[in-house]
């Protein structure tokens, strides 16, 4: 029933929503059932970090402004973590179903993180549609206030952030799948 009540929202939102900030940011917060409840929307946008990471495979660096146009989640990440290892099929997943031009699920290895050891973990998870990027000194991570893991950060076409997750979640919940459609839907 609960998902009956989404799809309409979901509808609606795709219908009416606010194009001067993407979809309506309230209309998406009444979204959030469970886990998502601890995504917290922002009042404002906030400014992301300038610092770059390392891109997989020795392919260079890049900047989360590099993402601007699409909204992205970025999650925040270590090979060490247990709720990691827990919620990255699922962001997999979650990539899978809307990625493309106007969403992108772009994880960001935090710390010391070998690069064999990433691709292991990957290989173990069996996820092979998500970035192996790296933030090996952290700097991208502190300039986010990122403390702790996993946190994850939602980042608008316009390159600011407009939510943040701390904590592993449940991102294959209907409530997860609303809360990014309706995103899309006004975007």
């Not at 992301?48 to 495979?57: K, P, Q």
């Not at 890049?62 to 601007?68: E, I, K, N």
């Amino acid at each position: 029933m609960r998902l009956f009540r989404h799809l309409s929202l979901y509808m609606a939102l795709a219908l009416g929503a606010n194009a001067a900030f993407g979809a309506d940011l309230s209309a998406v917060e009444a979204l959030r059932e469970g886990d998502m409840k601890k995504l917290v929307f922002h009042s404002e946008a906030q400014p992301v970090s300038d610092n770059s990471f390392e891109l997989a495979d020795g392919a260079g660096q890049a900047q989360l402004s590099d993402y601007r146009g699409k909204y992205v989640l970025v999650n925040f990440w270590a090979t060490w973590c247990p709720p990691c290892r827990k919620e990255m099929p699922m962001l997999s997943a979650l990539q899978e179903e809307f990625g493309g031009d106007n969403f992108e699920v772009l994880t960001l290895a935090t710390g010391r993180n070998n690069p064999a050891a990433i691709q292991k973990f990957f290989d173990e998870i069996g996820v092979t549609n998500l970035p192996r990027h790296q933030d090996p000194r952290g700097a991208v991570a502190r300039d986010m206030a990122v403390l702790g893991l996993p946190i994850t950060v939602l980042l608008d076409p316009e390159g600011h952030e407009i939510a943040r997750l701390r904590g592993e979640a449940d991102w294959s919940s209907d409530s997860a799948h609303a809360v990014i459609g309706a995103l899309l839907a006004g975007s």
